[in-house]
């Protein structure tokens, strides 16, 4: 579970710090920053990976995009993520050099202590091995060009953490439609893929979401992938009406329906963290308190944005206190901050008499601090 986020000069993210758990809610005005934190997420996964280029080539973005040349003149982005994997504390920091896209500097921590990796000046060390010099390209970070078997056990299984931060900040109806041809490990941020992925599911796993769409639609019976001669595979679902089944096409299920297939689905995966951007858009606000019961169940780490009030009345008490964080844009220098929400003074004042959707709904966020 990661459970920090430091990264300077990334967007509007300069000396930013975000505490977090297995559940955390962003909230804050439009342009405050909240997707760009679900992005910087999703750049370090890249990093991890060593596919940098990739990062932008899926966003269509220059690399020019993510530097904050008003803000700062750095050209290296930093960055420290803190997190636990059983039972013990790790640190993944580093710098990022923005020209050459690979970490020029990292280092990986465990429990405050160990020195697990230490890259600088041209070379890089593994825990108590001699020191080599890197005599060979790369992006992001080493860990992702070093054969796994020379890395150990300890870094193989940071590795693959760091790695496994899936990122939908773009669930699209008319992407998930879409039919597809090749198989993927995963659908793509947008949905995309959805029918191929859903093909490589066990029957358990097929018949786990099928119930929890059942729950929510009455009439809903379960979806099956056909793939013509050519291997074009395309989503369809059964409902059950009065007199017989009908089958529906992906071009005439509800939005709703395939937003809560795309989110059900990655429940199902091997990804430890999961990253949306506005989770509620498209769902009725009767079906996502199921929902994220359903993802607290999964045992998986969600990290959303939402700007519905809605939704911190369907977290327990507990819960809203510690995971919903405040973000903030700075008006003068355009800098974004994170707080936790309900230890302002403006709302804290407001937890004996009013619950956290409430307090969400009514107070002003232009005056919180």
Not at 28 to 48: E, P
Not at 187 to 206: P, Y
Request: proline letters at 2%; hydrophobic letters at 40%; charged letters at 20%.
């Amino acid at each position: 579970m990661i459970t920090h986020l430091y990264i300077d000069n990334f967007k509007t993210l300069i000396d930013f710090n975000l505490p977090c758990h297995m559940l955390t809610c962003l909230i804050g005005l439009n342009n405050s920053g909240k997707t760009t934190i679900i992005q910087a997420f999703d750049f370090l996964s890249y990093v991890a990976s060593g596919k940098v280029s990739a990062f932008f080539q899926q966003r269509g973005w220059q690399i020019e995009a993510v530097k904050s040349y008003q803000l700062t003149s750095r050209r290296s982005i930093k960055y420290d993520l803190l997190f636990q994997l059983n039972d013990n504390k790790y640190s993944w920091s580093g710098s990022l050099n923005l020209e050459s896209l690979c970490c020029t500097a990292e280092k990986i921590i465990r429990n405050n202590k160990e020195l697990l990796l230490d890259v600088k000046n041209d070379s890089y060390q593994l825990q108590n091995n001699p020191v080599k010099s890197i005599d060979f390209s790369y992006e992001g970070s080493i860990l992702a060009f070093l054969k796994e078997s020379l890395i150990g056990n300890a870094l193989l299984e940071v590795k693959h953490f760091l790695t496994s931060m899936k990122c939908l900040d773009l669930l699209n109806t008319h992407l998930i439609r879409k039919p597809v041809k090749q198989s993927k490990d995963s659908i793509m941020r947008g949905g995309e893929k959805l029918a191929a992925f859903l093909c490589q599911l066990s029957n358990e796993q097929n018949e786990i979401i099928s119930n929890q769409l059942r729950h929510l639609f009455k009439k809903f019976n379960t979806y099956k992938i056909t793939t013509n001669e050519s291997g074009w595979k395309e989503l369809f679902i059964s409902e059950s009406n009065l007199k017989h089944d009908t089958q529906i096409e992906s071009n005439h299920i509800s939005d709703g329906l395939l937003r809560l297939l795309a989110i059900f689905s990655q429940l199902q995966t091997d990804y430890s963290v999961l990253l949306f951007d506005e989770i509620e858009n498209g769902i009725n606000h009767e079906f996502m308190e199921y929902t994220i019961d359903e993802m607290i169940t999964s045992q998986k780490q969600i990290i959303f944005t939402t700007h519905s009030p809605m939704m911190l009345n369907y977290l327990e008490d507990d819960i809203a206190l510690q995971s919903v964080i405040y973000i903030k844009n700075n008006d003068e220098t355009g800098i974004t901050s994170a707080c936790n929400f309900f230890e302002t003074p403006e709302v804290k004042a407001k937890l004996d008499y009013m619950g956290p959707g409430e307090i969400y709904a009514n107070i002003d966020l232009k005056e919180v601090l």
